[in-house]
């Protein structure tokens, strides 16, 4: 017999499977017990389980390290009614799960850029102004290349991951809302990425005149 012990907020479950083991159990049954529990809609059901997220539905419960008497946490919102009407295109709760998540993970985008956008843009504009006000061709020194390039990495690759996020929510064909979701926040990233990509460019081309003119001294 397989107990599984779930927390859900304050709310707490104890799915009993009889003569059967972790083994013999995949998590997407567990998801759909846990929905059916919860209401939460499945498309915005996470499990988690020793403070990693449990992925795979197909996968067995065995293969993520459960233990006896172990705790998996349930994350999710039950909607409202009222959410689910207003918010969606036909009511379905589903839909309105996929919703919550593409703007969560747009705004945890956002949050990140607004904190590092501006810094970058500053200190790109503060590099290129060093360089071309420098009355010998060298490294401009206020704002390091590396701290410039670990910048647009962090930016890039955040910017980079969201769009896969993103692409990876499957939207159906009725819903409307959804995909329209989906296509502003791929519009509103990609928009950021590519300011990101252009700010990297224009130092790549400060760096190239550097160098030519370092070049042409010699």
Same mark, same amino acid.
């Given at each position: 017999?397989a107990?599984?012990?779930?927390?859900?907020?304050?709310?707490?479950?104890?799915?009993?499977?009889?003569?059967?083991?972790?083994?013999?159990?995949?998590?997407?049954?567990?998801?759909?017990?846990c929905?059916?529990?919860?209401?939460?809609?499945?498309g915005?059901?996470?499990?988690?389980?020793?403070?990693?997220?449990?992925?795979?539905?197909?996968?067995?419960?065995?293969?993520?390290?459960?233990?006896?008497?172990?705790?998996?946490?349930?994350?999710?919102?039950?909607p409202?009614?009222?959410?689910i009407?207003?918010?969606?295109?036909?009511?379905?709760?589903?839909?309105?799960?996929l919703?919550?998540?593409? =703007?969560q993970? &747009?705004? +945890?985008?956002? $949050?990140?850029? @607004?904190?590092?956008?501006?810094?970058?843009? *500053?200190?790109? #504009?503060?590099?290129?102004?060093?360089?071309?006000?420098?009355?010998?061709?060298?490294?401009?020194?206020?704002?390091?290349?590396?701290?410039?390039?670990?910048?647009?990495?962090?930016?890039s690759?955040?910017?980079?991951?969201?769009l896969?996020?993103?692409?990876?929510?499957?939207c159906?064909?009725?819903?409307?809302?959804?995909?329209?979701?989906?296509?502003?926040?791929?519009?509103?990233? =990609?928009?950021? &990425?590519? +300011?990101v990509? $252009?700010?990297? @460019?224009?130092?790549?081309?400060?760096?190239? *005149?550097?160098? #030519?003119?370092?070049?042409?001294?010699q």
């Open positions: 017999m107990q599984i012990n779930v927390k859900w907020g304050r709310e707490k479950k104890s799915f009993t499977y009889k003569d059967r083991v972790l083994a013999d159990i995949r998590l997407g049954e567990l998801r759909h017990a929905h059916d529990w919860s209401k939460v809609p499945l915005g059901l996470t499990l988690i389980y020793g403070g990693a997220t449990m992925k795979d539905d197909n996968a067995p419960l065995s293969c993520f390290g459960i233990k006896p008497n172990g705790q998996i946490t349930m994350m999710g919102t039950r409202t009614k009222t959410d009407s207003t918010l969606t295109t036909h009511g379905d709760p589903e839909e309105y799960a919703i919550v998540k593409i =703007q993970s &747009l705004q +945890s985008t956002l $949050d990140l850029v @607004a904190e590092h956008f501006p810094r970058y843009e *500053q200190a790109v #504009q503060s590099y290129i102004t060093s360089a071309s006000s420098s009355p010998q061709p060298q490294q401009p020194q206020q704002v390091t290349r590396k701290q410039l390039q670990d910048a647009h990495i962090l930016l690759e955040t910017l980079m991951k969201s896969l996020v993103f692409d990876g929510v499957a159906k064909q009725d819903f409307e809302v959804a995909r329209a979701t989906r296509r502003e926040a791929v519009k509103e990233t =990609q928009r950021f &990425l590519d +300011s990509d $252009d700010m990297n @460019a224009r130092v790549k081309e400060c760096d190239r *005149q550097l160098k #030519q003119q370092q070049q042409q001294q």
